[in-house]
């Protein structure tokens, strides 16, 4: 940085951050605990990845337990190989399961899906109302705020999308929640990217209840996107709905992808947007930072239409652009 760019800095705010980051750096030296060890081995395995994938899509996502059964024995038998990442405990349980699958499908499949839940339970609960409030109680109890997003992306019915939005309000009317997470994609189906302003249009109709429910309740709101072509339209659905009257009081969040060299324009709309609303008198609102999460479909994308991908192509460019939008 040069000394000019330096000098024009809030001091007060670079301290406060340097005492966050600290604060931040000394809860995590403790080291990680298992779950989340487990977790990082999966991911840093191609083959995990993909077993995983199979695993949820194909075991425990079925609900006739003969096609879960059927598609374990596929996935775990005999010549077929498990992830590295798997003890020594699950490769064995999942080559018994494999086996006996067929046999005793209402036995083993229940059993294959409770060891996955497990596994991943610290990060994937059930929407149950019993299961969910012990899993916020007990986050509450060790001073953590969960932000509760409901699994599955991009609908491909209203009927769908009107049981998503519902499902969503459901979780803000509820006394334990304080904090979720939407996409556009989710609450509306058969969106047209090229047909910005009716989108926007279409979805502020559908949202501005659900926001208002959240302003209501004293539930935060992160708007959040899954594939390029949803950026622009979040954006205008994002400063649309937090524009209008009833919600200038109402402070909520949107979520920005690192991956994408269009964040670094977009943080800048959010930021004019939000110095806008403040000098009105607005509350501030809040940008999530991530990495991005949908690569994989972004690249079939680009391969399927003969275009450049839309994120950026290497590791080492999105850490950059990550760090250059902190």
Same mark, same amino acid.
């Given at each position: 940085?040069?000394?000019q ?7 007060a705010?670079v301290e406060?951050?340097?005492?966050r ?12 605990d298992?779950a ?5 081995s999966l991911v840093?395995?191609?083959d ?7 695993f949820?899509d194909r075991?425990?996502r079925?609900?006739?337990?003969r ?8 996935l775990?038998g005999?010549g077929?190989?498990?992830p590295?990442f798997?003890?020594l ?8 399961g494999?086996v006996l699958?067929p046999?005793?499908p209402?036995?083993?499949?229940p059993?294959a899906?409770?060891?996955l839940?497990g ?5 994937v ?6 299961? *969910?409030?012990?899993?916020l @109680?007990? $986050? !509450?109890a060790?001073?953590r705020?969960l932000n509760?997003? &409901?699994?599955?992306?991009a =609908? ?16 803000i009317r509820?006394?334990?929640v304080d904090y979720?997470?939407v996409?556009?994609?989710?609450v ?15 979805l502020?109709e ?5 926001f208002e429910?959240?302003?209501d ?5 992160n708007l ?7 950026l622009d339209?979040?954006l205008?659905l ?7 009257p ?12 690192a991956?994408?060299?269009?964040s670094?324009?977009? *943080?800048?709309?959010v930021? @004019?947007? $939000? !110095?806008r ?7 501030? &609102?809040?940008?999530r930072? =991530? ?9 079939v994308?680009?391969?399927?239409h003969?275009?450049?991908q ?5 590791k080492?460019?999105?850490d950059?652009n ?5």
């Amino acid at each position: 940085m040069s000394e000019q760019v330096l000098t024009g800095l809030d001091e007060a705010l670079v301290e406060r951050a340097v005492a966050r980051a600290a604060r931040w750096s000394a809860a995590s030296a403790g080291g990680s605990d298992a779950a989340t060890r487990r977790l990082a081995s999966l991911v840093h395995d191609p083959d995990g990845v993909e077993f995983a994938l199979r695993f949820v899509d194909r075991v425990a996502r079925p609900d006739d337990d003969r096609v879960a059964a059927r598609e374990l024995a596929r996935l775990a038998g005999r010549g077929a190989t498990l992830p590295g990442f798997a003890s020594l405990l699950d490769r064995t349980m999942l080559r018994t399961g494999a086996v006996l699958a067929p046999r005793a499908p209402r036995v083993v499949v229940p059993l294959a899906r409770r060891r996955l839940r497990g596994l991943v339970g610290h990060l994937v609960v059930d929407a149950s109302h019993r299961s *969910l409030r012990r899993h916020l @109680a007990a $986050a !509450r109890a060790q001073g953590r705020r969960l932000n509760l997003n &409901l699994l599955g992306e991009a =609908v491909l019915g209203e009927a769908e999308a009107d049981r998503r939005l519902e499902r969503t309000l459901e979780l803000i009317r509820r006394p334990d929640v304080d904090y979720v997470s939407v996409k556009a994609s989710s609450v509306a189906s058969q969106l047209v990217p090229w047909d910005l302003e009716g989108s926007r249009d279409r979805l502020v109709e559908r949202l501005t209840p659900l926001f208002e429910a959240a302003r209501d309740h004293g539930v935060f709101v992160n708007l959040d996107m899954e594939e390029y072509k949803d950026l622009d339209l979040t954006l205008a659905l994002f400063a649309t709905l937090l524009d209008a009257p009833a919600l200038r009081g109402y402070s909520a969040g949107i979520v920005l992808q690192a991956y994408l060299p269009d964040s670094v324009s977009a *943080l800048d709309q959010v930021a @004019a947007f $939000a !110095r806008r609303r403040v000098d009105a008198g607005g509350a501030p &609102l809040k940008v999530r930072l =991530v990495k991005g999460a949908n690569l994989a479909m972004e690249r079939v994308d680009a391969a399927l239409h003969d275009w450049p991908q839309a994120p950026y192509a290497t590791k080492a460019e999105v850490d950059a652009n990550y760090v250059r939008l902190l």
